[in-house]
């Protein structure tokens, strides 16, 4: 007993002088006195609250405490907000721009990747991607996304009268999109299918090692069943992505090429201005990581959010028909051109992100003390910026929990408060596609409202519970049904 009161009496006195900075910050926010306990911290509190993924922890931890809380995970100390302001003046310092600790069991995943790569390697490579990202390269984008909606189109029409579609459905369409455009596919191998799916196999394993400090990542990964599981999974992921780029080197080569010309990188595809710049500012094992990692962002990201928006748009008919009214009059065939005057589909998309940001957590770790003006928030400290319930805050959104696109209408979108909506995150670190994100969406949706009905057994957004990893879903399938217009 003597034992166990001196190693506690030891542990505290070399905490407390190791970690004074954070603890005098700490001070002022809530859930200051929750113990901290060796090896674990205050990680208990999720599980008191039995919570087995970040954004429910997030949530609830803050709805019992209140904003802004701490949390310590193991030895690392995390400021936990949903303020706009101090998320803006933090996500926009260049001293803030590395990612937080939780980010380390996501290694693995994606090894030095443009999700985890420290700021200075994330820079160079996201300022040579960028060129791929061009309004002009979108607008030779706009056409593939039309054809491949058209394709699914056709597929759902084979469908019974009243049929049903999951996540799945829409990660595979999404997931086509990005290979047809950024990789230049020309046909569809069967392993994109597989590809979309092994994305949705783990991540409900991925979110409850997430707020899981007790086993060590590389333990889980090969000793417990959900790690196992999410290993293989990345493991035939990374496995397609290898299979794809070299049979598309080989085709490169075989058409002799010239990718080390300014000129011709100006507007290559993304797989072919990465190909470009290997070894002069990117190794080989870099552009694979950075390959599977944006692959895998842009087919379940967007795929999420066309699931809960279709969810949502059956569940409201009114909003299905003011969105099919302004489907009617743009006309059928949509074009790059064409997607300013689908002002309404880009409301109902920015509704979806609000009520759901598909990536509700950005988490950082500073490097210098930042100046909040209210307070400064000490150098090695975790931040923890909860998009979700930042965009549920009545303080900056009537009625949150109502669905009503009509928040993001051109008349309306300057009583929206800076800096509280920010579904693609803000600051230099933002998403890099958010744009062919916004356009392959608005192509998506009108093309398939046109053409179908939606209906849900949802009544309202209190009924769906979520979990997260990297990206966020509802714990269930949504029911979200279709039926051919007549």
């Given at each position: 007993?003597?034992?166990?009161l001196i190693t506690l009496l030891i542990f505290y006195t070399v905490f407390i002088f190791w970690k004074w900075r954070f603890i005098k910050f700490s001070w002022k926010n809530n859930a200051f006195f929750a113990p901290i306990l060796p090896v674990i911290g205050t990680m208990y509190l999720p599980v008191m609250y039995g919570c087995t993924d970040v954004i429910t922890a997030t949530s609830y931890v803050g709805s019992k405490v209140g904003f802004p809380y701490n949390v310590w995970m193991i030895f690392?100390?995390?400021?936990?907000?949903?303020?706009?302001?101090?998320?803006?003046?933090?996500?926009?310092?260049?001293?803030?721009?590395?990612?937080?600790?939780?980010?380390?069991?996501?290694?693995?995943?994606?090894?030095?990747?443009?999700?985890?790569?420290?700021?200075?390697?994330?820079?160079?490579?996201?300022?040579?991607?960028?060129?791929?990202?061009?309004?002009?390269?979108?607008?030779?984008?706009?056409?593939?996304?039309?054809?491949?909606?058209?394709?699914?189109?056709?597929?759902?029409?084979?469908?019974?009268?009243?049929?049903?579609?999951?996540?799945?459905?829409?990660?595979?369409?999404?997931?086509?999109?990005?290979?047809?455009?950024?990789?230049?596919?020309?046909?569809?191998?069967?392993?994109?299918?597989?590809?979309?799916?092994?994305?949705?196999?783990?991540?409900?394993?991925?979110?409850?090692?997430?707020?899981?400090?007790?086993?060590?990542?590389?333990?889980?990964?090969?000793?417990?069943?959900?790690?196992?599981?999410?290993?293989?999974?990345?493991?035939?992921?990374?496995?397609?992505?290898?299979?794809?780029?070299?049979?598309?080197?080989?085709?490169?080569?075989?058409?002799?090429?010239?990718?080390?010309?300014?000129?011709?990188?100006?507007?290559?595809?993304?797989?072919?201005?990465?190909?470009?710049?290997?070894?002069?500012?990117?190794?080989?094992?870099?552009?694979?990581?950075?390959?599977?990692?944006?692959?895998?962002?842009?087919?379940?990201?967007?795929?999420?959010?066309?699931?809960?928006?279709?969810?949502?748009?059956g569940m409201f008919p009114d909003v299905q028909e003011t969105l099919l009214e302004e489907i009617t009059r743009v006309g059928s065939n949509i074009t790059f051109d064409d997607l300013l005057k689908l002002s309404y589909t880009e409301a109902v998309i920015n509704e979806t992100l609000r009520l759901f940001p598909v990536v509700p957590f950005v988490g950082r770790v500073l490097d210098k003390d930042i100046d909040l003006g209210h307070k400064v928030i000490p150098r090695g400290t975790h931040f923890a910026?909860?998009?979700?319930?930042?965009?549920?805050?009545?303080?900056?959104?009537?009625?949150?929990?109502?669905?009503?696109?009509?928040?993001?209408?051109?008349?309306?979108?300057?009583?929206?408060?800076?800096?509280?909506?920010?579904?693609?995150?803000?600051?230099?670190?933002?998403?890099?596609?958010?744009?062919?994100?916004?356009?392959?969406?608005?192509?998506?949706?009108?093309?398939?409202?046109?053409?179908?009905?939606?209906?849900?057994?949802?009544?309202?957004?209190?009924?769906?519970?979520?979990?997260?990893?990297?990206?966020?879903?509802?714990?269930?399938?949504?029911?979200?049904?279709?039926?051919?217009?007549?």
């Amino acid at each position: 007993m003597y034992f166990i009161l001196i190693t506690l009496l030891i542990f505290y006195t070399v905490f407390i002088f190791w970690k004074w900075r954070f603890i005098k910050f700490s001070w002022k926010n809530n859930a200051f006195f929750a113990p901290i306990l060796p090896v674990i911290g205050t990680m208990y509190l999720p599980v008191m609250y039995g919570c087995t993924d970040v954004i429910t922890a997030t949530s609830y931890v803050g709805s019992k405490v209140g904003f802004p809380y701490n949390v310590w995970m193991i030895f690392d100390y995390y400021y936990f907000t949903k303020d706009p302001m101090d998320i803006k003046t933090v996500l926009h310092n260049l001293s803030a721009q590395n990612k937080a600790s939780v980010y380390d069991d996501i290694a693995y995943l994606f090894p030095n990747s443009l999700l985890i790569a420290h700021y200075k390697d994330w820079r160079i490579r996201r300022k040579a991607y960028m060129k791929c990202f061009k309004p002009s390269t979108l607008k030779s984008y706009c056409s593939d996304y039309f054809q491949n909606a058209l394709d699914k189109i056709d597929n759902m029409r084979k469908e019974k009268s009243d049929f049903a579609m999951s996540y799945d459905a829409f990660n595979r369409l999404t997931c086509k999109n990005f290979f047809t455009t950024s990789v230049g596919l020309n046909e569809e191998p069967g392993s994109l299918n597989i590809f979309a799916d092994k994305l949705l196999e783990f991540e409900d394993d991925l979110a409850k090692k997430l707020v899981n400090p007790l086993i060590h990542v590389m333990l889980w990964y090969h000793l417990h069943p959900g790690g196992i599981r999410t290993a293989n999974a990345i493991k035939t992921i990374r496995s397609i992505i290898k299979q794809i780029l070299e049979k598309k080197m080989h085709q490169r080569a075989d058409a002799k090429a010239d990718f080390h010309s300014e000129d011709n990188n100006a507007e290559l595809p993304l797989l072919d201005l990465m190909t470009s710049l290997k070894e002069s500012i990117i190794s080989e094992k870099d552009l694979f990581n950075d390959m599977v990692f944006i692959a895998a962002a842009a087919t379940d990201t967007t795929g999420h959010t066309l699931m809960m928006a279709f969810t949502f748009l059956g569940m409201f008919p009114d909003v299905q028909e003011t969105l099919l009214e302004e489907i009617t009059r743009v006309g059928s065939n949509i074009t790059f051109d064409d997607l300013l005057k689908l002002s309404y589909t880009e409301a109902v998309i920015n509704e979806t992100l609000r009520l759901f940001p598909v990536v509700p957590f950005v988490g950082r770790v500073l490097d210098k003390d930042i100046d909040l003006g209210h307070k400064v928030i000490p150098r090695g400290t975790h931040f923890a910026a909860s998009i979700f319930d930042l965009h549920r805050d009545n303080r900056y959104w009537p009625d949150p929990l109502k669905f009503n696109p009509n928040r993001f209408l051109p008349e309306n979108i300057s009583k929206v408060q800076p800096g509280t909506f920010i579904p693609f995150s803000t600051g230099p670190r933002d998403c890099i596609g958010k744009a062919q994100a916004m356009a392959m969406m608005k192509i998506t949706i009108a093309l398939i409202i046109r053409n179908f009905k939606i209906h849900s057994k949802h009544k309202s957004i209190e009924e769906f519970q979520y979990i997260s990893g990297i990206t966020m879903k509802t714990r269930q399938q949504p029911d979200c049904h279709f039926s051919l217009r007549q």
